[in-house]
């Protein structure tokens, strides 16, 4: 731990009577082969270079092939993950998959998971927050190490964004991207490791983004489909306002829980999903270009995968080192919204 590091308070402490705190060991990404530029999307829709980068900052975003599905990309960002971690398959005794793009509607894509990397003692299902996914599913990790349920704990974000866009909607195709990232949980001795996640639902504003199609209330039909009721949807002024908003207020009560300001943050990691939303949250937040971490511009917005990516790259160029503290802050479809302190 590093001693400079200035004294937090640790929320969970309260409720530790025989618990055990929970540390993220390793964590592992993995983004397909193609890159789709703004160029190339100039070729498909009535769009530009120029008018996607002012309003949303993406340069390019990474594609999954034909045959390359949303359990593929979660197995080689785990398996990344395991190796760093020193993780053995049969050691894994609980998978946790964040996505909105399962390979199907069952069996879970985490059971999918277990099978490719051979986890065939764990447990597995999948968590659907979109794109606050991620830190739901680390939440629900902890809980099993603090309990002593469970002692090593795979949560995965992955997406096959690509799968359900509208490639002729010039508003919402330029804004995503496929891949996934990937965290063991362990209990780390002398360590607080994951100090708050504050979560929190508005399911009023659902409407906001949502895809209405493939569920029991609207399946599939030749109407249904010819209807593109099976693609994403978007409201994006209003899901921008609502962004900036939510993810701020979860910021702000992970902070509080912890007793400390944004100051003593080493690095901030924000969903990925458009500069301006980014640029908006940091600047009321009050965190500095130094402190935050982006990488929409290579990626675009992966949902779930969002925040996993870029922890993963964030810890990979030295962002941040062993004791500093880290806030991810998460918004989503929903509509749902997360924000965690984590020492690392």
């Keep these: ?24 060991s390793a964590v592992g990404s993995y983004v397909p082969a193609r890159i789709l530029t703004n160029a190339d999307l100039e070729k498909m829709v009535d769009t530009s270079h120029e008018w996607i980068m002012s309003r949303t900052g993406i340069e390019q975003r990474r594609i999954a092939a034909a045959d390359e599905f949303t359990s593929d990309m979660a197995a080689k960002a785990a398996q990344i993950a395991m190796k760093r971690a020193g993780i053995l398959p049969e050691q894994i005794e609980l998978i ?45 990790g902890q809980q099993f190490i603090m309990s002593r349920t469970y002692d090593t704990v795979l949560v995965i974000g992955a997406e096959k964004l690509s799968s359900i866009i509208d490639w002729t909607d010039r508003n919402t195709c330029v804004l995503f991207g496929d891949g996934a990232g990937a965290a063991i949980l362990q209990n780390r001795p002398h360590s607080h490791g994951l100090l708050t996640a504050c979560m929190g639902s508005d399911g009023g504003r659902g409407d906001l983004l949502s895809m209405p199609g493939g569920g029991s209330r609207c399946p599939a039909t030749a109407a249904s489909v010819a209807a593109k009721l099976h693609y994403l949807r978007m409201d994006g002024k209003e899901t921008f306002k609502n962004a900036v908003n939510a993810m701020m207020t979860a910021a702000q009560e992970a902070l509080r829980r912890c007793e400390i300001d944004i100051t003593k943050i080493k690095c901030v990691i924000p969903h990925q999903a458009n500069r ?69």
Excluded at 3 to 24: E, M, Y
Excluded at 118 to 131: I, K, L, S
Excluded at 276 to 286: F, S
Aim: aromatic share 8%.
């Design 1 to 24: 731990m590093n001693s400079s590091l200035p004294r937090f308070k640790n929320p969970r402490a309260k409720h530790d009577f025989k618990g055990r705190s929970c540390s993220v």
């Design 96 to 140: 946790i998959v964040a996505t909105i793009t399962p390979d199907m509607l069952f069996p879970s894509t985490a059971c999918l998971v277990q099978k490719k990397i051979g986890a065939v003692r764990a447990a597995a299902f999948d968590v659907e927050a979109a794109c606050s996914g991620f830190i739901f599913g680390l939440e629900i």
């Design 276 to 344: 301006r939303i980014i640029d908006a949250v940091a600047e009321r937040l009050g965190a500095t270009k130094e402190q935050l971490f982006v990488n929409l511009e290579r990626y675009g917005n992966t949902s779930a995968a969002s925040v996993a990516i870029a922890l993963d790259e964030a810890v990979a160029t030295g962002r941040f080192s062993r004791g500093d503290l880290i806030l991810l802050i998460v918004f989503g479809a929903g509509l749902t919204w997360g924000a965690a302190v984590i020492e690392w």
